[in-house]
């Protein structure tokens, strides 16, 4: 007997849960849905355009290498009240100026 479409898209959804997918529900205005389109279509010129799942999984991965690559440089620094390796994620000094803690994690921020 032929399955039905509830179950083959519960089947769908063990597979991407057993590969260890999710579901992300994204909102998003006009002007970002624009510019999504835009750079998927620009990062492939003479191609068909990033799909916008493909291309916002690619800016995942390619911040997770940023990011990485700023932890590690900065790892070689201390903070200047505790002494502890940066970047130090919870201080007892924390509010105190000379903390990392209170201003470094501007050294790791999303900036546009």
């Known amino acids: 007997m032929a399955k039905t479409a509830a179950e083959r898209k519960a089947a769908q959804r063990a597979r991407q849960a057993e590969a260890g997918e999710r579901k992300l529900e994204l ?3 006009e002007k ?4 999504l389109e835009r750079n998927c279509a620009e ?11 493909e291309y916002i999984a690619l800016l995942i991965r390619q911040d997770d290498a940023r990011v990485r690559g ?11 009240k505790c002494g502890d390796n940066l970047p130090v994620k919870s201080c ?3 509010g ?7 201003r470094g994690w501007h ?4 900036e546009v």
Not at 107 to 110: P, R
């Open 70 to 80: 700023r932890i590690k440089t900065i790892s070689a620094n201390l903070c200047g």
């Open 96 to 102: 105190d100026s000379a903390c990392w803690v209170t």
């Open 92 to 94: 007892p000094c924390s």
């Open 32 to 35: 970002e849905i624009e510019m």
């Open 27 to 29: 909102l998003l205005d």
């Open 107 to 110: 050294e790791t921020k999303l």
């Open 43 to 53: 990062r492939r010129p003479g191609r068909d355009p990033y799909e916008l799942s």
